[in-house]
């Protein structure tokens, strides 16, 4: 059964720093990995997309990398901004064929 | 290109009553998902459609909780009857289906409705 990960569970920075976004995950038969953002009361807004045959994929300054074989994705923000304040969550899609989510990284950006 | 819509966005009865959730995917995306989100949790699966058939509901409390999506686009889920436990943010989400591997598709998700059981 897939176990996803996310640690830590709140992260806060100064605006402008470089961030890293952990998640791992316990079955690395994955299909795909992909990474949401989620703001207070709202749904989830898709960020990025790896399938299990890609390393990585850039959006803007968001860049994510899979490696499946230490299970683990990371979800990198250059030059962070107030405006990036929100959950981020990764899930993944495993041998049950069901997306399945981790806790999330509750994210803020002071100015 | 309209996103998932939902309705409604808030939802507060009293337990034991029913209430019914709408969901309207994006247009052409034959997979339809509901998501059950609890405060502080990640959204976990309660039914996935392929088209109109369910392919897979294997977390679906069905003594109170059924789904359908009878014409193969829009759905609604039904919670009857609500328990305290219940309250939390129902998202509904949809992919395309490409090739037969709906696993490999980006999903996309609805704003949700937050149902409060008191």
């Known amino acids: 059964k897939q176990e996803v990960t996310q640690i830590p569970a709140a992260l806060s920075v100064p605006e402008g720093e470089n961030l890293v976004l952990n998640c791992s995950f316990t079955d690395s038969a994955i299909y795909n990995l992909q990474w949401f953002r989620q703001d207070p009361g709202k749904g989830l807004t898709s960020l990025l997309l790896?399938?299990?045959?890609?390393r990585e994929q850039t959006s803007g300054r968001l860049n994510a990398s899979l490696d499946k074989s230490s299970g683990r994705s990371t979800l990198y923000i250059a030059a962070s901004q107030p405006g990036d304040s929100a959950t981020y969550l990764c899930?993944?899609?495993?041998?049950?064929?069901?997306?399945?989510f981790g806790q999330g990284t509750r994210l803020t950006i002071n100015p | 290109e309209a996103g998932v819509a939902q309705s409604p966005r808030y939802k507060i009865i009293e337990k034991r009553q029913s209430v019914a959730f709408w969901c309207n995917p994006i247009s052409g995306h034959a997979t339809l998902y509901w998501y059950q989100q609890i405060l502080g949790q990640g959204p976990k699966l309660l039914i996935q459609?392929?088209?109109?058939?369910?392919?897979?509901d294997s977390q679906l409390p069905k003594d109170r909780f059924s789904a359908e999506r009878l014409k193969g686009v829009d759905s609604t889920l039904k919670i009857q009857p609500a328990k305290l436990e219940d309250s939390a943010v129902y998202l509904c989400?949809?992919?395309?289906?490409?090739?037969?591997?709906?696993?490999?598709?980006?999903?996309?998700f609805g704003p949700g409705t937050r149902l409060t059981v008191l």
């Open positions: 899930a993944s899609v495993a041998g049950a064929q069901k997306l399945v």
């Open positions: 459609f392929q088209n109109n058939g369910v392919v897979d």
């Open positions: 790896i399938q299990s045959s890609q």
């Open positions: 989400a949809s992919s395309l289906k490409r090739g037969g591997l709906a696993i490999y598709n980006e999903q996309f």
